[in-house]
């Protein structure tokens, strides 16, 4: 059954750093990888989608990466804002198409 | 385009309740939904899936019985609690996927309703 973690379960920064968050899956035999954000109380929105036989993804100020074979993701933010406080959860798809969701990573930037 | 949309987005009721939460898909035919489940600081939880016109395919430990769903049309999906009670309280998120789009692989997430049981 696959698994689904993600550390640090919390982090806050002062605006302006560049971080990382880290994912990991028990399962390498993924459809694909994809990393969201979710605002309290809110639905999930889509940041990056790495498909299994890609590296990495990149899209503005973020950074995705994906190792199947040691069953790792990070995803990159580079020069933070408060804006981007959220939680970010990390899901992978095997090929029944399913979602299986990380617990998350909270994210807070101070200003 | 591609957007989702669910109502209520929040309902608080008594416990003993049934409760029926909608999921549109609003500018294109899902025909698959899905419905998670989200407890407060942990992730979300696939409860069932739904293809239009047929049966939901529940997952492991959810009762079919308690988690009614149904849809029965290509934009419309609905999640009815039965007979609520107090753990049910959660934060029920829907996802579609299906034609009318570019990606029709890719999930489209809806805002989600935040369910009370008092």
């Known amino acids: 059954k696959q698994e689904v973690t993600q550390i640090p379960a919390a982090l806050s920064v002062p605006e302006g750093e560049n971080l990382v968050l880290n994912c990991s899956f028990t399962?390498?035999?993924?459809?694909?990888l994809q990393w969201f954000r979710q605002d309290p109380g809110k639905g999930l929105t889509s940041l990056l989608l790495i498909q299994s036989s890609q590296r990495e993804q990149t899209s503005g100020r973020l950074n995705a990466s994906l190792d199947k074979s040691s069953g790792r993701s990070t995803l990159y933010i580079a020069a933070s804002q408060p804006g981007d406080s959220a939680t970010y959860l990390c899901a992978v798809k095997d090929y029944g198409q399913n979602f299986v969701f990380g617990p998350g990573t909270r994210l807070s930037v101070l200003p | 385009g591609a957007v989702v949309s669910q109502h209520p987005s929040r309902v608080i009721c008594k416990s003993g309740t049934s409760v029926k939460i909608e999921c549109r898909s609003l500018d294109f035919q899902a025909t698959t939904m899905f419905w998670y489940r989200q407890f407060p600081k942990q992730s979300l939880m696939l409860m069932a899936t739904s293809n239009e016109g047929s049966k939901a395919t529940y997952e492991q430990g959810v009762e079919k019985d308690k988690f009614l769903i149904n849809h029965a049309s290509l934009t419309l999906s609905t999640l009815t609690v039965t007979s609520a009670h107090p753990e049910d309280s959660s934060f029920y998120i829907c996802?579609?996927?299906?034609?009318?789009?570019?990606?029709?692989?890719?999930?489209?997430f809806g805002p989600g309703t935040r369910l009370t049981v008092l």
């Open positions: 399962d390498s035999a993924i459809y694909n």
């Open positions: 996802s579609a996927k299906g034609q009318g789009i570019r990606e029709t692989d890719t999930q489209y």
